[in-house]
């Protein structure tokens, strides 16, 4: 089984700051890992995406994460945020071994301040 | 391009009643999952399809609650004699394999 932890429920930054939203997983397999964005009362977008190859994954909107083995994590970044970044943000692990259901986290509400 | 798309958005029923969700996922995708999502959490796996069968139930899709996939195409989720904890925006996502998996707007049932 997979379990993800998002420990910061609410995240105030100010515009133009950097953020870091933090994510951790546990999983007895290899897994993929996933981060994905949800704005009021909207489904869930992909932000990015770690499959393989190097552990610095760039997605849209200038977000990246980067993905650690010896510390399962992977961390959502953004060096300068905007207004338009406050949304809920969930991380996601996938089996690699063909397993077919996400399990999310709880969430972090990034919420972005003039 | 067409996303994946659910009907109806909004749902209000009276505990009891028999609810259906509708999913059209992305066409060409051959796989389409059911999570549900309460408030304050992320969303929890229900059931999904590989082409019209179903391949994997979670523990939470209690026997009220039935799934179908007919013609590997739309799916629906049907919710017998609702009860107020059925409360929750229900999502839709459809994938081409072990791709990524795209969602839709989610459907949000209020159980009176």
């Known amino acids: ?114 | 391009d067409t996303g994946v798309s659910q009907d109806p958005r909004h749902k209000i029923t009276k505990r009891g009643q028999n609810v259906t969700f509708r999913c059209d996922p992305i066409s060409e995708h051959n796989r389409l999952y059911w999570y549900r999502q309460t408030l304050g959490q992320g969303p929890e796996f229900l059931t999904y399809f590989q082409n019209e069968a179903q391949l994997e139930k979670s523990r939470l899709l209690s026997d009220r609650f039935s799934a179908e996939r007919p013609k590997g195409s739309f799916s629906t989720l049907e919710i017998q004699r609702t009860e107020q904890g059925d409360s929750a925006m229900y999502l839709c996502a459809s994938s081409w394999g072990q791709e990524t998996q795209y969602f839709g707007p989610g459907t949000r049932l209020l159980v009176l």
């Open chain 1, 1 to 114: 089984a997979q379990s993800v932890t998002q420990l910061d429920s609410q995240v105030p930054v100010f515009e133009e700051a950097p953020v870091e939203l933090r994510c951790n997983y546990s999983s007895s397999v290899s897994v993929y890992l996933f981060w994905y964005v949800q704005y009021p009362n909207q489904g869930l977008q992909l932000l990015l995406k770690y499959l393989s190859g190097s552990t610095l994954v760039k997605g849209i909107n200038g977000f990246e994460a980067e993905f650690n083995k010896s510390q399962t994590s992977f961390h959502l970044r953004k060096p300068s945020v905007h207004i338009s970044d406050t949304a809920e943000y969930f991380c996601a692990v996938m089996p690699t071994g063909g397993g077919n259901k996400l399990t999310f986290g709880t969430g972090t509400q990034l919420k972005v301040e003039l």
